[in-house]
């Protein structure tokens, strides 16, 4: 802790407190939340996907991207697609998501989770978080489970509305994995089927094994703001063949294999990533476990740096996890939302981006008639978390 | 027409001529359908994007791209979006589609068109093409209505199914402009509001108008077989401030401007495109008068090549048009499916990349049940087109 942190700390002032311990790692640069890094063969693959003219739904980039997300991830299988959100569409209706289900999801999460539900014409119904893993909390769920499903007919039914209650959507909050353990063991214990939305957590392992490789289906996410970058895209990991199969196909339109025919025999999407993303993809890639390290960097630099600060703690990996540190964020140990606001303020006006977490996804105002179970922990976090600068390059 | 052509006139082997037709405009290159060309300042304005790090879903190339993209189409607001699917699915959303209404749409069209009208929650109603056009013939649309529509309570509704009809989806097959004058006075008619699937005719005017923007919206589409391409890409044309301002807002998310807050306060879509892909567009943009004048150089060639063949018509602008002939397209005089199906063996076999049009929409298996007006016409069409290949490169 520097002589400058030493001395806000004896202040009333937190927000210049943590100004001094931003400046402390981050120099007085001016930071977004998370900037992309080019920094390895970007320039090569682009310049060869356009001189290969293929840029576009077919190539041989969007081919070695699959491969070697597979191969990083351990996932057997991996789609590459448009973007997470419609990896998120395809991976529930893959799980066998209908018009009219429920799916289980954390309150806590970016609005594509819940919207891609929606998609699906299912209601999410809103479950709430660990605080020490920021995703969803099995014991609390099943809490809420025992008093609101009951099983009829080989399904499990909410009592209250009496729509199926087909899965559950796990969401590896800001790169921290969930306990999957207990996630797995609710599920099994319900007969639920779980869907991993890894899209902040690509590089982070629960127990040695990749998130987003417990449940029937994993997505991932590459818009600018995450750990790798193809533009915009994203990703379905499943371990079984014939779901990747299905997966391939349907995201792609359906179209049957012909050498001139054009049969396209069910509703298909058009989700496919171009190459020229795939082949930004590849690159980036390849820098993967060079990104990680800076970002376990950052995050030590910021633990020495907010060491001092009792009034905040900054998030960290769970137990037996290793993360991505996709995002890093404090925790405010009390809630005072003109204190979290003026942190806000002040951070934001000396050049670090900051943020809250998203709003809570109840509180908006087209899921604001969905199930709930009781969020005491998810709306505590709501009020509690802030975001810094996170990006590769900081360290 | 060479000596070659000349010869195989003479014989009964219409594959054969095709094929000498085809190695007189095209040397005997190996040919896709429609190859991209890439010969501008696509690499310039990508390595520019990747230096700026802005690659993903905000940036300045997308706000140049549609700027670009209004200036060019003479619309008013055009907004860039991930695919022609995801331009077409919102467009009609915006035209007020709602689960259970009934859609007019083309059975002559890719099958997007339709797909895009089913995840709206709505049905596609096939209508029948002009033989001169390809595209909706008006007259046998308004005979089809003055059996079929009723006026209920100020809506049109379907005399057999009861559901509401709510807007005509208009297509510009291979580039060709349909008669927007039939078309807009049978809207009028019957108060249906037409969406413009403009997907394949960027560059095609309609008496010096373009395309897809005679309908309360039109839409573009990029992908890489397309007159100009982003690898991925679409966009949404309109001269309504308002319907242009929703689309922007629920492509990306249906985020409420904030200044660190995360509202969005409806269901939106993750249908951004990349700053990487419009970066590309803009450097496309800038080619396309060029791209449309080697295009139409290659209808020329084509039409004197093919000029002595009786079997076969060489499909053309409608008069009052000009069309960008993405795609050009011999017609058969004579419904023969083992002739049709011997000049696609004997052309593919040559290294010409040939294909008959797309399997109409009723003929697929998730839309054999959908309502349907005699379609005759488009099942000759479909029995007797053959696309060749038709990129801006072959000039």
Redesign the interface.
Known sequence: MSAATEKFLQSADLGAAIVAALDEVLGTRKTDLH????AGN??VY??DC?DS??????GAYVDRFERDLAEFTGSAHAVAV?????ALHVALLLAGVEQGDEVLVPALT???TA?AV??C?AIPHFIDSDDRTLGVDPAALDRWLSFKAEKTGGRIVNRDTGRVIRAIVTMHTFGHPCDMDGLLSVARKYGLTIVEDAAESLGSYYQGRHTGTFGLLGTLSF???KTL????GGAILTNDAELARRAKFITT???RPH????????????Y??????AA?GCAQLEQLPGFLQSKRALHQKYAKAFAGLDAVELTREPAGCSSNYWLQALKLQNIDMQLRDSI?EQT?AAGYM??????LMHG???FGDCPRAPLDVAERLEKTLINIPSGAGLA
């Open positions: 900037a992309p890094v080019f970007e320039w682009l310049k356009l003219t293929f840029v576009s739904s077919v448009v973007n997470g959100t419609a970016f609005a594509a919207n929606s998609y014409g818009n600018g703001n970058t193809t533009g915009g339109t359906a179209k050498k001139w025919e054009y049969v396209h025999d069910e509703v298909g999407f058009n496919r990533m171009p190459n020229l993303n930004l806000l934001n900051t943020r809250p977490v998203w709003k908006l105002r087209q």
